[in-house]
T-cell receptor
Framework: GEDVEQSLFLSVREGDSSVINCTYTDSSSTYLYWYKQEPGAGLQLLTYIFSNMDMKQDQRLTVLLNKKDKHLSLRIADTQTGDSAIYFCAEINPLSGGSYIPTFGRGTSLIVHP | ETGVTQSPTHLIKTRGQQVTLRCSSQSGHNTVSWYQQALGQGPQFIFQYYREEENGRGNFPPRFSGLQFPNYSSELNVNALELDDSALYLC??????????????FGPGTRLTVL
């Protein structure tokens, strides 16, 4: 079955870069996503990458995809204290009929020290 | 602010009871999805509704059921509550299918505690 793995914690100093890693198992995944969840809030979509891309950059965010190793990473440049949150990686797997089943990782808790 | 609201914010039930959770989507959003997020875990997909019909379901038993209404509101019903049903329940709405390049807008969730 599908499984998405993430390391649970990452601690960085303000101004440094953060790299959050994710591995997935389903090679049929078409899109991969990064979500952010702040305390007491729902999930906020940060960015996504289509499976035929290697890299996507969006302001301070860079997503790298290694499809051969089924490895996804999110790099946050110039990390700020406001970036402290839980980050979830997710893949989607298409079903017949046009619907999708998403699978989320357990989340990486990013702590940014001043 | 995503424009998606959920009620109630918190709820306490006892084992065996039934519960109804509610979600109000943005106007024009034809798709709503429900997720269960246990403490320290990622969200698990329960099901998705598109134009009032179920459009995909995760690995949840039939005692989890849903409804979507024409006024962009929806419900998640859980019968015969079990202790393991204690979790944060999230709904998310989107204009189209909810995935691909379509953004899902999440509500803040309902925290359900089953005693």
């Amino acid at each position: 079955g599908e499984d998405v793995e993430q390391s649970l914690f990452l601690s960085v100093r303000e101004g440094d870069s953060s790299v959050i890693n994710c591995t997935y198992t389903d090679s049929s995944s078409t899109y991969l996503y990064w979500y952010k969840q702040e305390p007491g809030a729902g999930l906020q979509l940060l960015t996504y990458i289509f499976s035929n891309m290697d890299m996507k950059q969006d302001q301070r965010l860079t997503v790298l995809l290694n499809k051969k190793d089924k490895h996804l990473s999110l790099r946050i440049a110039d990390t700020q204290t406001g970036d402290s949150a839980i980050y979830f990686c997710a893949e989607i797997n298409p079903l017949s009929g046009g619907s999708y089943i998403p699978t989320f990782g357990r989340g990486t808790s990013l702590i940014v020290h001043p | 602010e995503t424009g998606v609201t959920q009620s109630p914010t918190h709820l306490i039930k006892t084992r065996g009871q039934q519960v109804t959770l509610r979600c109000s989507s943005q106007s024009g959003h034809n798709t709503v999805s429900w997720y269960q997020q246990a403490l320290g875990q990622g969200p698990q997909f329960i099901f998705q509704y598109y134009r009032e019909e179920e459009n995909g379901r995760g690995n949840f038993p039939p005692r989890f059921s849903g409804l979507q209404f024409p006024n962009y509101s929806s419900e998640l019903n859980v019968n015969a509550l079990e202790l393991d049903d204690s979790a944060l329940y999230l709904c998310a709405s989107s204009p189209k299918s909810g995935w691909g390049t379509d953004t899902q807008y999440f509500g803040p969730g309902t925290r359900l505690t089953v005693l």
